[in-house]
DNA sequence: CATTACACGTGATAC
DNA sequence: TGTATCACGTGTAAT
């Protein structure tokens, strides 16, 4: 790994002039950081002990505080690095200026991948033309344009809408109850998950009530090989898509 | 150390430079690079005389060369900065760590989001798979075949290979009904056409009888635009894929 | 030996 | 009155 943190601790050393400055840092590899309301409040106390410590005389305390700061500030931006370098992939580089090129070429990619993504999606779910309103497959992450600066309200992709699914084995059938709000389909994307997990249907039961759509389904399931909580989270998972 | 001599000396040159700089709000940075090698080296050189306690004798005289490296370098890393600056969206903060903390969340949407749409797009390419008895029925003539639609004399060794698809529709909702072999999951194919076609599901019901799938689905139709016979036809036809 | 990169302390400076 | 951020020069390693 690199160690460039914890290397100017040395240097410290070579700070000398009285003031023992202790070592607040204790060295945090601390993995990502997530570095808001970091607290490290070792400043600005007095330091109790016989030790001498005698400021010198003239000496103003204002810079003291300046420099804990500007350390603070420091540390923040090196941990803000840290995770950066952590969501960029294929950064052998430990330079900084390379990560941000790099941080800055990988978000061009990602950003030209989203919008070709977006148009095959777009141009395959307008395969069918019989009643031309409203588009399916488009939930309401997806439909802003790419090329302009979109606002992000919160990090929602997949948690935005409540679904709820229960699964209870009994024997060799499965009992699957969903139940949704009437977005984007439910009907298929339930009886697409579950071919996809080679559940055959015995019988399924779906109505609408109001906005919310309840799903209630009997299916085959391989005797005894299979819990009722990885049936619902593989469910679940591939009712997001 | 000895940086607060040379503060005094610099003061003056290093207030100069302030004011010319370019501060957040206008931040047209506008590259400029280099340009300032002549003058850096003009204004070093400039502290003849006065100065008591002049430079130490054997002191070096690189460091000017290590300033203008300094400086080269944190201009870098500022142009990298306004580079990424300019990619990330919604950075209205002109500050550095937050322009970082934002770059790496955003890589982390930006992320997410080519997962979910690969994600569909393999969920909608995945419905052109063929597994079985995809081609048993030709579907070269769906529009001119009418009424009941028997398309093949199946082969001896299954009586009940054919799938029938009828569609009534009453005022703003039709009820369609399907009956089929219990092969290829039936009952995705369907969802997964009136999902195609645009019609929102109010109810269904799916029942397994011995090796036959019935299905009766209550859906939402535009008043007046399309007749039995266009919906059916569209159905059977997208159902077999 | 030079080159490159980093952290540090410090003055300046906006809000 | 602080409390932010920033750029700068400098010392120090590692290549």
């Given at each position: 790994?690199?160690?460039?943190?914890?290397?100017?601790?040395?240097?410290?050393?070579?700070?000398?002039?009285?003031?023992?400055?202790?070592e607040p840092t204790g060295q945090g590899r601390s993995s990502s950081d997530s570095g808001r309301s970091d607290s490290d409040a070792g400043f600005t106390e007095n330091n109790t002990g016989f030790k001498k410590r005698g400021r010198k005389p003239g000496e103003k305390e204002l810079p003291l505080n300046h420099v804990e700061a500007e350390r603070q500030r420091r540390e923040r931006l090196n941990h803000r690095f840290y995770a950066l370098r952590s969501v960029v992939p294929n950064v052998s580089k430990m330079d900084k200026a390379s990560?941000?090129?790099?941080?800055?070429?990988?978000i061009k990619e990602l950003k030209t991948k989203v919008n070709e993504l977006e148009g095959k999606l777009r141009a395959v779910s307008k395969k069918s033309?019989?009643?031309?309103?409203?588009?399916?497959?488009?939930?309401?992450?997806?439909?802003?344009?790419?090329?302009?600066?979109?606002?992000?309200?919160?990090?929602?992709?997949?948690?935005?809408?409540?679904?709820?699914v229960d699964v209870k084995i009994l024997g060799s059938e499965a009992l699957v109850r969903v139940q949704s709000p009437d977005v984007n389909y439910p009907a298929a994307r339930l009886m697409d998950s579950l071919r996809d997990l080679d559940f055959p249907v015995h019988h399924a039961s779906v109505s609408k009530v109001k906005e919310l759509v309840l799903q209630d389904v009997v299916i085959r399931v391989p005797d005894g090989?299979?819990?009722?909580e990885v049936m619902r989270a593989a469910i679940f998972q591939r009712m997001q898509n």
């Open positions: 790994m690199f160690s460039s943190v914890q290397k100017e601790r040395t240097s410290l050393e070579k700070q000398k002039e009285s003031e023992t400055r202790e990560l941000l090129a790099d941080a800055a070429t990988y033309r019989i009643s031309g309103n409203a588009n399916i497959y488009d939930n309401q992450s997806t439909s802003t344009s790419t090329m302009t600066n979109q606002i992000r309200p919160t990090p929602n992709y997949m948690s935005n809408n409540q679904m709820e090989l299979v819990t009722e």
